[in-house]
């Protein structure tokens, strides 16, 4: 034990604590990707509540979020075509369009989505959860015990519990970041050829000079970054606080830690596209 703190103690207390905190979010990260990786995991009964939490992280959010996704992308492509065309620039409109909205903005917005609508309230609900189970676990209730409950053995929670959800969360940030990718490539091509075959070659060509290997590894690298950040932080923070903790805190340490990491994955990001 002395061993496994020594390299913290260095640090000052507050410091120490943020540091052993993203350790434990980490290593909670890499259970739950362990667990998605486990053929295991896709058999019964682990398979059922995680089929579960992902109807409850995609089906209410996906048609909302595509249809806003659609509009914003729809005002963002007009702006810039005829914005394009008043300066004599139209060649180079396409090509701004994919790299900001399907580079930037759309990965960006389904993690913002899913954290404040999935993830969070997951959170939260998993607080609630820990601090119930913890009070009948005081006064001696034996459904505290039962393999559903928070107080089962580490592996049930972690299976039961925690690993449905960040896998959930996750991948509806994956999908709502293809589907509404897929939309604001339809609608630039739309806007930018109209309703012809002729263009097609022309544009995936130009999809295809823009998503260049280096690019295009940054891109999945980013994507996969902010679907892990949105759906392990929060509940991680969820799993790290004391059990009779407050859900409200407990999603609003969750909110600090991951807009640090949303900041440092989008800057990180910029860096791998744009530097040299």
Do not use: C
Not at 34 to 45: D, F, G, I, N, Q
Not at 109 to 125: G, K, N
Not at 191 to 207: C, K
Request: hydrophobic content about 65%; aromatic content about 8%; proline content about 6%.
């Amino acid at each position: 034990m002395l061993a496994a703190s020594a390299p913290w103690s260095v640090l000052p207390a507050a410091l120490r604590r943020q540091a052993l905190a993203g350790w434990r979010t980490l290593r909670l990260g890499a259970l739950a990707l362990a667990l998605a990786l486990s053929p295991s995991t896709y058999r019964s009964p682990w398979r059922q509540p995680l089929a579960a939490q992902l109807v409850r992280a995609v089906l209410p959010l996906l048609p909302w979020f595509a249809l806003l996704a659609a509009i914003a992308s729809l005002v963002v492509i007009r702006i810039v075509l005829v914005t394009a065309q008043s300066y004599g620039l139209s060649q180079y409109a396409l090509g701004m369009l994919v790299r900001v909205l399907v580079l930037e903005l759309i990965p960006l917005s389904a993690a913002l989505a899913v954290a404040l609508r999935v993830t969070m309230p997951m959170a939260a609900e998993l607080a609630a959860a820990r601090a119930a189970a913890s009070r009948a676990r005081r006064a001696g209730d034996a459904r505290a015990a039962s393999p559903t409950a928070w107080t089962a053995t580490p592996l049930q929670a972690l299976r039961l519990q925690f690993a449905p959800r960040v896998l959930a969360g996750a991948f509806a940030v994956l999908l709502l970041a293809l589907v509404s990718s897929l939309l604001a490539l339809l609608l630039a091509y739309l806007l930018a050829h109209g309703f012809t075959p002729y263009a097609f070659a022309r544009f995936t060509r130009l999809v295809g000079q823009i998503f260049d290997p280096v690019v295009s590894l940054v891109f999945v690298l980013k994507t996969g970054a902010l679907a892990l950040a949105v759906s392990v932080v929060p509940l991680a923070a969820a799993v790290q606080g004391r059990a009779g903790a407050a859900a409200d805190a407990v999603v609003e340490r969750g909110a600090v830690r991951l807009f640090v990491l949303v900041l440092a994955i989008e800057i990180l990001a910029l860096m791998g596209n744009y530097l040299p």
